[in-house]
């Protein structure tokens, strides 16, 4: 009963205590709230689009393979269903085209694909928003997906022509629908999804058969393996058999565009995950440290009484614990909450930039739990410490008057320098070398919030670096033509005489698998004329540099996922038309942060192909005061299957970044300032509390306020520069390892922080650490001189 | 006659907590003479320390006047009783109040850095006595030390007042004395007028003059005949 009554004291003496520290005990709580919060919008996040992904797949029948041919058999179909390890095998014709639309200038690109006729498809089956697919064998019906739909104002019943093997159609819109193969969908060269320029369209297979003179034929299969089943071993097999119809080497789902976008976005929010969360907890578990060391050196006496009225030091950790035990809680349902509510609109911008028909908010119990233990973990290593000390305390020592504070002289101090400085400065190093750990601990604070900072700003500095090298350093022509199949080179004589046309650069594309040991990459091998003016390659310090006459020059990123370097050997494996694997030296390797780049001389390429002088397409740069007239020829020409313009592609990469870039990057100020603003507080309202007397005793000698408040500040002002340097190294280095694990071979970020970003990440922790300050100073007028000096320290 | 340096006339104080009213001071006279050491007396609770916080700028009065020369210190605002304590004022309170992270030296230099002609923090140490423990921190100081050490540190700018509020109440007799001599020589040695509240009634004998309390009020002012050196003195 005793005990009860005694329990319910301390309880009340609890409730007290947090109705006295609140703001502190908030600012602890907010700084955990945003650990817990972006774990949980990271991982939540993460689920949601994993999952999300996950069921679109399964309910639409996305494939495991896809490999396409010039013209492949119909008979093939079942040989390739046959092969060991394959479920299902489905063949369709997939072609590009350009579209023409009503009051739309440029070209836009299609890309047809086949439904079958027959059954509704078994694979990557197309999930319809509005209307429905098209009949069998209607040869004007299409479905179009949802988001060119939008982007177009197009609606069911409407139509525009399509120029398709070289004749213009008219096509009447039946239905719109999303797909699991694009997911993100992106045209040919493009960058960033451009859905006024790029549309996919779904036709009649017998439909298709007729318009490309592919009766009995197909272009492309696509593949479901049987659980266990050798992806690479299917691979090699459906190579084999494909090679003979031109096929251009079959893939898995890490090099199927869409997928490999939506892996490259959920490893970048695992890497979230991993990177900022522990900065927080790390931060609060501090706080909760400092604070509780104070009060339960405040409360010194306070402890020894109650231990001499027979209190346990159960009983005494109880009491400390349910102190922290509270601020975590708050601190949980806080971050519970921000959490939720970020990660859904994470997801939700994820659903407006990735396709998909449904979004899953993953919200398992799970995470919440483990966010929440660690929370509690990180509280309770920052309260065991001070609770220990509390009990260590024997009743009679704690019940006398802590011995003074002992100080020292500073490191390195002579009477030479200490003459230099007012006494006030004085007063305040000693006391930082005094608390060693405390100041490290409030500089370290500083310097984290200063990195969070760095970490979410320098996303702008590397996407201007990558713009920069990209479309000012490298492709710097107006517009890309693709052509279907290759053409001779004569063409580029063709295209020069088109209306506006300054100059003309051919280039070829070939599929290609290169290979240096056990690592292999599929991507596109490209020639390039050695003169070449709009394209350019770069080399590491981003100068330009000639295609050189023999060998290879391959990205900084194939080299490190090869392992090579300048001068290696690597096999070029040549899955277009001619096949067969060749030896090639990498004469250098060169800076592009987009995908993997392999490229050499065209001429080259063609001997090394044993073709003649045959392009793929070119790059052009033209007047654009007659853009009209020369897009109207290309509509008009049937040999130009797409088209890729280079101003378009830059605004659409901006426009995109920009959206995803500024949600993360505003939420991460708010936390770095979060971070900041605790840690100041925290550390000034301690300081303030131990140094009352102090600073009370300095007013009554006359100070004036603004010369007391110097005292605490100068020691802020101290740490909080220390902690620059020390939050741009640290900034720098969470920047690198966020460029490390959010580089795919889709693209590298580079890794650039220009000086600029350092001094705003310093500007917003310094007007953070100021206000934070600022509220302090206030308390030092309330100061109650009498009381304080009458009081025995 | 000397000058007046304070006056007081029917100076009242009260503090209202809540619901209750305490008078701290009540309708209160009292003349303070250059030069002069003054002894205020009294139970705890009789208002002499609430007179030291006026008369020091630490407080402002409810009601009545309160002059310093021509000053008048119920009409300064916070930052106008700061400057005032600044410029004139030198406090000495029982708990020392040094400042712990500074040396006795750099005790008295903080006092010495904001004044217009203070004494080198030497001499004022000198003058307490305590020269050879100049490089020492409070927490190396014994209790005695360091009430010395905040006398010179309350001298040092040489004030026009000196306010000690119980400057033996934390020390033995023998301590006491030492920081008794202390202050009677920096009011023979600089002529400052200065004002000791005690409960101690030992301690009256060495001023000049001296007051009794009661009840927010003085009740009894004698002027001593004899002074006593401190050392002469005990309790």
Redesign the interface.
């Known amino acids: 009963m005793l005990s009860l009554h005694g329990l319910r004291a301390l309880d009340r003496k609890l409730a007290r205590d947090l109705v006295r520290i609140w703001p502190q005990a908030l600012a602890i709580a907010l700084v955990l709230a945003s650990g817990v919060a972006t774990l949980i919008l990271a991982i939540g996040a993460y689920r949601s689009l994993e999952e999300t992904r996950r069921l679109y797949y399964a309910e639409y029948g996305f494939a495991d393979v896809f490999a396409s041919a010039t013209r492949a058999p119909a008979a093939l179909e079942s040989r390739i269903a046959e092969l060991p390890g394959v479920a299902i095998a489905e063949t369709r014709i997939t072609r590009h085209a350009i579209l023409d639309l009503e009051g739309v200038t440029e070209p836009v690109t299609g890309l047809l694909q086949s439904l079958p006729d027959r059954a509704r498809a078994l694979l990557n089956r197309p999930h319809i928003r509005l209307g429905r697919l098209p009949e069998a064998g209607a040869v004007s019906e299409v479905a179009i997906n949802v988001a060119f739909a939008e982007a177009h104002g197009l609606r069911i019943g409407d139509g525009f022509d399509a120029i398709l093997n070289g004749k213009k159609r008219r096509l009447t819109i039946v239905g719109a629908v999303l797909s699991p193969e694009h997911i993100y969908a992106i045209g040919p060269g493009d960058l960033m999804p451009d859905y006024r320029r790029f549309a996919i369209l779904w036709m009649s297979r017998a439909t298709l058969e007729s318009v490309f003179d592919l009766d009995g034929a197909f272009d492309a299969v696509s593949l479901k393996l049987e659980p266990g089943a050798r992806e690479a071993e299917v691979i090699a097999r459906v190579d084999q058999l494909l090679a003979r119809y031109g096929g251009t080497g079959a893939y898995g789902r890490t090099d199927q565009i869409s997928h490999a976008f939506l892996d490259a976005e959920l490893k970048q929010l695992a890497a979230l995950a991993r990177i900022i969360p522990p900065v927080f907890l790390l931060v609060s578990a501090f706080l909760l440290n400092m604070t509780l060391l104070r009060l339960i050196a405040l409360e010194r006496e306070q402890i020894g009484l109650i231990k001499a009225l027979g209190y346990s030091n159960v009983a005494i950790a109880a009491h400390y614990l349910k102190l922290v035990a509270v601020i975590t809680v708050v601190g949980i349902a806080i971050g519970f909450a921000l959490g939720t509510l970020f990660g859904q609109s994470l997801t939700r911008l994820y659903g407006k930039f990735f396709q998909f028909p449904f979004l899953v908010f993953e919200q398992d119990g799970d995470l919440y739990v483990v966010a929440a233990a660690l929370s509690i973990a990180a509280a309770l290593a920052g309260a065991l410490r001070a609770i220990y000390t509390a009990l260590a305390l024997p009743p009679a020592v704690a019940m006398s008057p802590p011995a003074p504070q002992r100080y020292a002289h500073l490191p390195g101090e002579t009477s030479a320098l200490a003459a230099h400085l007012s006494q006030m400065t004085v007063m305040s190093l000693r006391n930082m070398v005094r608390f060693p750990l405390r100041s490290a601990m409030t500089g370290l604070g500083l310097s984290l919030s200063v990195s969070l900072l760095i970490v979410s700003l320098f996303a702008f500095d590397a996407v201007e670096a990558m713009i920069d090298a990209t479309f000012f350093g490298s492709q710097r022509q107006d517009a890309t033509l693709n052509f279907r199949d290759e053409q001779s080179a004569r063409i580029t004589a063709d295209v020069a005489h088109l209306p506006g046309i300054l100059r003309v650069e051919p280039f070829r594309h070939v599929a290609a698998r290169i290979r240096s040991g056990q690592t292999a990459r599929r991507l596109t091998l490209t020639g390039r004329p050695g003169d070449a003016l709009l394209t350019r390659q770069l080399d590491l310090a981003l100068a330009p540099v000639d295609v050189p006459e023999t060998g290879l020059l391959i990205n900084r990123r194939l080299a490190e996922v090869l392992g090579v370097k300048r001068g290696s050997l690597v096999d070029v494996e040549i899955l277009d038309g001619r096949r067969g694997t060749r030896s090639v030296r990498v004469t250098d390797v060169i800076e592009s942060y987009i995908g993997l780049v392999a490229l050499m001389r065209m001429d080259q390429l063609n001997r090394l192909l044993e073709e003649g002088p045959v392009v793929s397409g070119v790059h052009i740069a033209y007047d654009r005061d007659r853009e009209a007239a020369l897009f109207r020829e290309i509509k008009a020409t049937p040999r130009i299957v797409s088209i890729e313009q280079q101003r378009r592609a830059l605004s659409r990469f901006r426009a995109t970044l920009a959206e995803n870039i500024d949600m993360m990057t505003s939420i991460y100020i708010s936390l770095a300032v979060v971070v900041a603003f605790g840690v100041v507080y925290n550390s000034t309202r301690i300081q303030l509390s131990e140094r009352a007397r102090d600073l009370a005793s300095l007013r009554v000698l006359g100070f004036h306020r603004r010369e007391v408040s110097r005292v605490l500040f100068t020691e802020l002002v101290v740490l909080a520069l220390v902690a620059q340097p020390l939050g741009w190294f640290i900034g720098h280095w969470l920047a690198w390892l966020t460029v490390q694990s959010f580089s795919s071979d889709l693209y590298t970020t580079p890794f650039v922080i220009n000086t600029a970003t350092y001094a705003k990440a310093s500007l917003v922790t310094i007007a953070a650490t100021a206000a934070s300050a600022l509220t302090v100073h206030q308390r030092i007028a309330a100061l109650d001189l009498v009381a304080v000096l009458k009081t025995r320290e | 006659m000397a000058e007046v340096v304070f006056q007081a006339r029917g100076l009242t104080k009260v503090y209202r907590t809540g619901a209750v009213e305490v008078r701290a001071l009540d309708g209160l006279d009292l003349d303070l003479f250059a030069g002069e050491l003054v002894v205020l007396l009294g139970p705890s609770g009789s208002g002499k320390?609430t007179l030291l916080?006026i008369l020091?700028g630490?407080?402002r009065a409810t009601d009545g006047l309160c002059r310093f020369r021509d000053i008048d210190l119920v009409r300064l605002d916070?930052?106008g009783l700061?400057?005032?304590?600044?410029?004139y004022?030198g406090?000495v309170?029982?708990?020392y109040?040094?400042?712990?992270?500074?040396t006795a030296r750099?005790?008295v230099?903080?006092?010495t850095?904001?004044s217009e002609h203070p004494m080198r923090p030497e001499e004022a140490l000198d003058l307490v006595g305590l020269s050879a423990r100049a490089d020492h921190?409070?927490?190396e100081l014994s209790g005695g030390e360091q009430q010395r050490v905040a006398i010179a540190?309350a001298i040092a700018k040489r004030p026009d007042v000196l306010l000690c509020d119980e400057p033996t109440g934390?020390l033995d007799s023998h301590t006491g004395i030492r920081v008794l001599e202390a202050i009677t020589a920096v009011n023979r040695e600089l002529g400052t007028t200065t004002a000791i509240i005690t409960h101690n009634a030992a301690i009256k004998d060495i001023a000049h003059r001296f007051c009794r309390f009661a009840d927010g009020r003085i009740v009894e002012t004698t002027r001593n005949q004899k002074r006593l050196a401190p050392a002469e003195v005990s309790w």
Do not use: H, K, M
């Open positions: 320390s916080n020091g630490l407080d916070d930052r700061t400057e005032f304590r600044r410029r004022v406090f309170f029982q708990f109040n040094l400042i712990p992270s500074l750099e005790n230099a903080l006092v850095e904001i921190f409070p927490a540190r934390a």
